[in-house]
């Protein structure tokens, strides 16, 4: 079974950066469609079809953005490594979430950003901007 183990999180002030990674083990990324999705403060608990979906990239290296991050957010996969990343630029207060990864063998297209079409999740990493 793949596993996903996201890392990177912190705390940052607005305009700041961060890098979360996202370990895969269990199988090749490069197999699925990749997704980071992050679920607001106060909703933790609540289900993953909950989770706001804002970047993706599928088998074919085809990236989708949410508006609220494009142009600030860069997803990326090192195959090598078997490790997905964001680079998440001018951070906002309201980018403060605890951010998933997750792998899909099916999403594609207008399926991308939407959670309950991906499996397999991560713990997730807690991200924080202050203003």
């Known amino acids: 079974a793949q596993v996903l183990v996201e890392s990177g999180g912190g705390s940052v002030q607005s305009g700041g950066s961060l890098r979360l990674s996202c370990e895969v083990s269990?199988?090749?990324?490069?197999?699925?469609?990749m997704g980071w999705f992050r679920q607001a403060p106060g909703k933790e608990g609540e289900g993953v079809k909950e989770r706001e979906g804002i970047a993706s990239i599928d088998k074919k290296g085809n990236t989708a953005y949410a508006d609220s991050v494009k142009g600030r957010f860069t997803i990326s996969l090192d195959s090598a490594k078997n490790t997905l990343y964001l680079q998440m630029n001018s951070l906002k207060p309201e980018d403060t979430a605890l951010y998933y990864c997750a792998a899909s063998l099916y999403a594609a297209g207008g399926w991308l950003l939407v959670a309950r079409h991906y499996g397999a999740w991560g713990q997730g990493t807690q991200v924080t901007v202050s203003s």
């Open positions: 269990g199988d090749s990324a490069r197999r699925y469609s």
